[in-house]
């Protein structure tokens, strides 16, 4: 049985090195989705339930919304997206950093493996980058 539920957040970034428009600084509002699986709770006050919605929602907005929402997301490990990031932070400004590319594929599976991370029976990761582009992780898949 599965259970999937919807979140959005809006965060800038840019793809340094992008061989299109997506090096300058700009913004999205991310749809993520966060499937959960299981067999159901067989009793008790989650009888019927993989996993409580609210609970659900209290993972996934205290490890990824809270934190990503009107960052500035960066790949750390990039000379220029770091050095934006650090004067934003000298500023106060909300930050986020990844390992890699802050792509819709890196972070589908960056936020996969922090929710995982968090005891959360998560199977699959979808990220909407817009309303027609999205990628997908899930672990078997690749
Ligand atoms: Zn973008």
Redesign the pocket.
């Known amino acids: 049985m599965k259970v999937v539920k919807i979140f959005t957040f809006d965060s800038s ?3 340094d090195g992008h061989d299109g428009k ?1 090096k300058n600084l ?3 509002t991310y749809k993520l989705e966060v499937e959960v699986s299981g067999e159901l709770i067989e009793s008790g006050p989650k009888e019927g339930m993989v996993l409580d919605f609210g609970d659900l929602k209290k993972i996934v907005q205290r490890e990824i919304i809270d934190k990503m929402d009107h960052a500035f997301l960066y790949n750390r490990l990039n000379e220029r997206e770091r050095s934006i990031a650090q004067m934003l932070e000298g500023w106060s400004m909300k930050t986020y950093p990844l390992e890699q590319r ?1 792509t819709a594929e890196v972070m589908s599976k960056h936020i996969f493996h922090v929710l995982k991370a968090h005891q959360l029976p998560v199977t699959r990761v979808r990220l909407w ?1 817009t309303p027609t582009s999205y990628s997908e992780y899930e672990p078997n898949v690749g």
């Open positions: 970034h840019l793809l997506c700009h913004g999205h802050t980058e």
